[in-house]
């Protein structure tokens, strides 16, 4: 009785686990939609801004502007990370994190002054138990980032680039490539890399009209142009957290059902067997009052 007992406490336990993971895939399903529609309208935004870029780049092949402008000796920068605040999402932070140590590495190695900044509790608790030093860390941002707090963030980094503060700005994040595709990457921002003047421009270019030239309008373009990108990063990285949770809450559902099934034919098989010992007995002892 006591074997039966025990399975079948551990059978409510598992029973009640799995209504928490699927209620979590549940919440998480509805938050990537509405995280992919967002990354979705801001890819097609960063793209469209680029595009432009390229086009006034065509009518200004002399423009310079100090976030294009490339340093001999990178020996200055900032590394963001971004990760979850949360954790049950599989292996999204841990494939961010090894992305970044390598880069850490790799800067040791080129003997490069990075300045390491993330974002999210994961990976804040990850650098503290390695014992690695960091300098900002940001723990607002959950599924719906604001471009207002990006903002916050580019333009600090926009300052300090300008001023020669620092010479390059990478970022490391989880892509997101489609809705069964995510990929751990290093991006580096800064400096922009110059927009490209298409062959056959002449051609097939828009006909734009410049109001007030092309080089005033690039200065306001480019600025916005980093924002967007970074501001894509946070998104993406947002929209990726949350398919590695539903994915990891599916699996662990599909587990708790398979260990029901399991449980469910133990405790019958123990039920049955305390069931025969209880007849075997009134039988024995009918046949001793004989």
């Known amino acids: 009785m006591a ?28 938050r990537f939609k509405k995280a ?29 502007h100090p976030l294009l402008e490339g340093r001999t000796e990178q020996k200055n920068g900032i590394l963001l990370i971004l990760t979850s605040n949360r954790g049950l999402c599989g292996g999204f932070n841990a494939g961010a994190m090894k992305l970044a140590m390598q880069r850490i590495r790799d800067a040791k190695a080129a003997g490069q002054n990075l300045r390491i900044e993330v974002s999210g509790k994961r990976g804040i608790n990850f650098l503290k138990f390695q014992k690695m030093d ?26 300090q680039y300008t001023s020669r503060a620092i010479d390059f700005v ?24 110059k927009p490209q003047v298409k062959a056959g421009a002449t051609d097939a270019a828009v006909d734009y009209e410049f109001l007030p030239n092309p080089r005033e309008i ?13 501001f894509k990063c946070f998104l993406d990285s947002a929209v990726s957290e949350q398919i590695f949770r539903m994915v990891a809450m599916k699996g662990a559902t599909e ?25 075997s007995e009134i039988i024995g002892g009918a046949e001793a009052i004989k």
Do not use: C, H
Request: charged fraction near 25%; glycine fraction near 2%.
């Open 3 to 30: 074997k039966a007992r025990a399975v079948l406490k551990r059978l409510k336990a598992v029973k009640n686990i799995r209504k928490i993971t699927r209620t979590m895939e549940l919440i998480a399903t509805a």
């Open 36 to 64: 992919m529609d967002r990354a979705t309208q801001a890819s097609a935004y960063t793209n469209k801004i680029a595009e432009l870029a390229s086009d006034l780049a065509s009518s200004a092949t002399d423009f310079v």
């Open 255 to 279: 587990n708790a059902g398979e260990m029901i099934s399991s449980l469910s034919r133990q405790y019958n098989r123990a039920r049955q067997a305390q069931i025969t010992s209880e007849l």
């Open 218 to 230: 690039l200065e306001e373009i480019l600025p916005a142009a980093f924002k967007a990108r970074l």
């Open 170 to 193: 990478d970022v490391v994040y989880v892509r997101f490539v489609s809705a069964s595709r995510q990929i751990p990457t290093l991006d580096s921002l800064l400096p922009l890399a």
């Open 134 to 159: 960091y300098g900002q860390s940001f723990t607002n941002f959950e599924d719906k980032p604001r471009f207002d707090e990006v903002d916050d963030i580019a333009s600090r980094y926009i300052a």
